[in-house]
């Protein structure tokens, strides 16, 4: 086989999200394709979690439809993830004696162990390397290298607990067989990263010298990334008390000239949204990374949806210009926050990274060399502007230069009320109008240099679907299934807003029929494509549902398949 799914589940403790990264960390450095998620209770602490490992010969693009290997420490615990975890019906299963399965998972190949002490993670991970073809001298190292930091003596146990392994699975070989079996080539090391890494890696590249956040799920590990790289990097990281304060705290960083980022989830950004309008209405730079979780309120703070969209785009009082940019990779993630940081400081506007949990906590291979970006700095004012400066002065662009605080001449007013050209209070009409069509006279020029979209597939498809963010690995994955034959054709933006309407508008006028697919129960994305695109007035549908469980690659192929069947059946019945 040239492709396996192992998944791990059990309480906290068992060392199940553990087992998921050594095993994606050998895989990876065996130059395997590696796609690692995993899933929590809603606890701070303890309680249940899950993690799945997709390994392939081939480059991947999503998670798996099912789990063909599956290790459960604790029943109960695979309970709560039952809805989450499609076991194949063929999948061998490995649970501790004495616990019975249940009923659902009858048909699977089902062998009690006796997993070893605190070590049981170790002890499984050994015997799917063994079992299955997984790079046995690498994983063996990955264990060592997790544990490297810790006392001889837990080193020893976990080896010791590795070798038990082997043992117990040199005896049930037999009962297994080889059906399930990874081949493949070794080849070059893949780079294994986070999205929430890949975003801070791609922060620092971008020149970011300050951060502030205060952590929440599913963003926490930027703050923590950067906790441990700025200071390196001559930067500062500030926890705040709150989300409030954070955004305020990079305002007054962005200010006095260092590019400054925060990182949050839905309700942090509701706390951000009057401080979006300061940095617009001062036209301060200024990136804020929202991973999206299940919403409204708390909803479901370890759980990916797409609901935080029309939030993003519109937040925050008053005519409120931004930029939204979403990813819908690990690499993407990199990218999009290096152009976030670039748009942001060229035009002087508040740039929001739109990512969910399922791309900010995934584990995904990516070529190193891919991690490289132009970087670009805001516009300041220099002699002979500062000799009688205007730091709002109305250019054809939007853009005026920005003086730092200290500039010799650079003084300047700066407020959240509405101001004329040198930055001073006015509450004109005349005003008002002159610098709201200023600010958003910027997203012109934005859309002109960031044309930023995907579009794959056939050229004139007979369908086409329109697309963002977490949802577009998977529609990769199930095109290529249903083949090229079939006609359908790709869409999806990566700049949100402003959105490429015209190329957008081009895309849907070639297609036969449409169908929107997106990850939200309101069904945010296709609302907002109204307001800008016109779609044909028949063969528009739209795929959504809510967040809580991430789309798959069958889920959408059956999807697809069925508007195809219906497209033909309306054909027949029309000629």
């Keep these: 086989m040239n492709e396996l799914t192992f998944a791990f589940v059990g309480a906290g403790g068992d060392g199940a999200v553990a087992a998921g990264d050594i095993i994606a960390g050998a895989c990876a450095r065996e130059g395997l394709h590696v796609v690692k998620t995993e899933a929590y209770g809603p606890q701070i602490r303890g309680g249940e979690s899950s993690a799945v490992v997709r390994v392939s010969s081939a480059p991947i693009h999503a998670q798996a439809d099912c789990v063909d290997v599956l290790v459960v420490f604790s029943w109960a615990d695979f309970a709560r993830f039952h809805n989450e975890l499609v076991v194949a019906p063929d999948a061998v299963v490995f649970c501790e004696t004495g616990d019975d399965p249940p009923p659902e998972l009858a048909g699977r190949h089902i062998y009690p162990i006796a997993f070893k002490g605190a070590a049981k ?12 073809g997984l790079p046995l001298e690498a994983t063996r190292s990955a264990v060592e290298q997790r544990f490297a930091k810790k006392k001889q003596a837990v080193i020893d146990a976990n080896l ?34 986070s999205g929430n890494e890949a975003a801070a890696f791609g922060a620092i590249h971008a020149g970011c010298r300050f951060f502030a956040g205060y952590p929440i799920t599913p963003s926490t590990e930027i703050l923590q990334f950067l906790a441990v790289w700025l200071p390196k990097m001559r930067g500062s990281i500030l926890q705040t008390e709150d989300e409030l304060a954070a955004i305020g705290a990079v305002i007054g960083a962005s200010f006095t000239g260092v590019k400054a980022m925060t990182a949050t989830s839905g309700p942090g950004l509701s706390l951000m949204a009057e401080m979006l309008g300061l940095a617009s209405i001062a036209e301060i730079p200024a990136v804020i990374v929202n991973v999206q979780r ?8 370890t759980k990916s949806e797409q609901s935080d969209l029309l939030h993003s785009l519109f937040a925050s009082h008053g005519d409120t210009p931004r930029v939204v940019i979403a990813c819908s990779d690990v690499e993407e993630s990199f990218h999009a926050t290096v152009d976030a940081f670039n748009i942001s400081e060229e ?37 002979p502007a500062l000799s009688d400066y205007h730091r709002y002065l109305d250019t054809p662009s939007g853009v005026s230069p920005m003086a730092l605080p200290s500039t010799p001449g650079g003084m300047y007013q700066t407020n959240g009320l509405e101001h004329d050209s040198q ?12 610098m709201n069509a200023k600010r958003y006279r910027k997203l012109d020029g934005i859309a002109a240099r960031y044309p930023l979209f995907r579009r ?24 290529d299934r249903i083949g090229e034959d079939a006609g359908i054709g790709v ?26 697919v997106e990850l939200s129960f309101s069904a945010q994305f296709e609302r907002y494509l109204r307001g800008f695109v016109d779609f044909p007035r028949k063969r528009t549908s739209v795929y959504k549902r809510s967040g809580g469980k991430s789309l798959t690659a069958a889920e959408i192929e059956i999807e697809l398949r069925r508007l195809l069947v219906l497209h033909e059946n309306l054909e027949e019945v029309t000629v």
């Excluded at 993670?121 to 299955?132: E, G, H, Q, Y």
């Excluded at 010791?160 to 059906?179: H, Q, S, T």
């Excluded at 794959?456 to 007979?462: D, H, K, L, T, V």
């Design 121 to 132: 993670n170790v002890t499984a991970i050994a015997m799917l390397a063994s079992l299955f």
């Design 160 to 193: 010791a607990a590795f070798d038990f392994g082997l043992a117990e699975a040199e005896k049930i070989a037999e009962k297994i067989g080889v059906e399930k079996r990874l081949t493949y080539e070794r080849s070059a090391a893949h780079l294994i990263m």
């Design 294 to 301: 299940g919403g409204p309120s708390t909803g479901i703070p």
């Design 347 to 383: 035009f002087q506007i508040p740039v929001i990274v739109l990512t969910d949990q399922s791309i900010a906590q995934r584990r995904e291979t990516i070529d190193a060399s891919a991690l490289e970006h132009e970087v670009r700095d805001r516009v300041t004012a220099m002699p």
């Design 423 to 434: 930055g001073r209070p006015s509450s004109t009409f005349v005003v008002h109008e002159q």
């Design 456 to 479: 794959f597939g056939a050229p004139r498809p007979r369908l086409g679907v329109i697309c963002w963010g977490s949802t577009v690995g998977p529609l990769r994955e199930a095109i």
């Design 491 to 516: 869409f999806a933006p990566q700049l949100l807003m402003p959105l490429p309407a015209q190329p957008l508008q081009e895309f849907i006028d070639s297609c036969e029929e449409v169908v929107v």
